[in-house]
């Protein structure tokens, strides 16, 4: 969890996306309650929006990931993870927001992926 979450009942979600098979998105919640957090929401808003990619109901305006490749996050925010250890894939569509690359140490540093470049991190834990 990162440092300054506010105080009190939430809920955690985590998405992740397949890598064969049908493009999806996957998603769990937990109810939380957390505490020696933050009394205000400053970092709550300072957080990056969910990426939402591969919904079947989106049509000309919609953003798909690359077959059998980890979906690259635009914008994951400076709190990330990953063991990835390949270049990660790219996405299209009218819908796809622009990389941002994120502040954290592991987001990748180029500019919006194309579908003949693939970003690949900086590092790997």
Do not use: H
């Not at 985590?14 to 309650?33: Q, S």
């Not at 979906?71 to 819908?95: C, E, H, Q, R, Y």
């Not at 500019?111 to 470049?117: L, T, V």
């Amino acid at each position: 969890m990162p440092q300054g979450m506010p105080n009190g009942v939430a809920t955690l979600a985590w998405t992740w996306f397949n890598k064969a098979g049908n493009r999806e998105i996957y998603m769990n919640c937990a109810p939380i309650t957390i505490t020696g957090g933050a009394s205000d929401n400053t970092m709550y808003n300072s957080l990056p929006d969910m990426f939402v990619i591969n919904l079947p109901n989106t049509g000309a305006t919609g953003c798909a990931s690359e077959d059998n490749k980890d979906v690259f996050f635009p914008d994951p925010g400076k709190f990330v993870s990953t063991i990835a250890s390949t270049a990660l894939g790219t996405f299209s569509g009218a819908g796809c927001p622009a990389a941002t690359g994120g502040s954290g140490a592991n987001s990748a540093t180029t500019a919006a992926p194309s579908s003949s470049a693939a970003p690949v991190p900086s590092s790997v834990p």
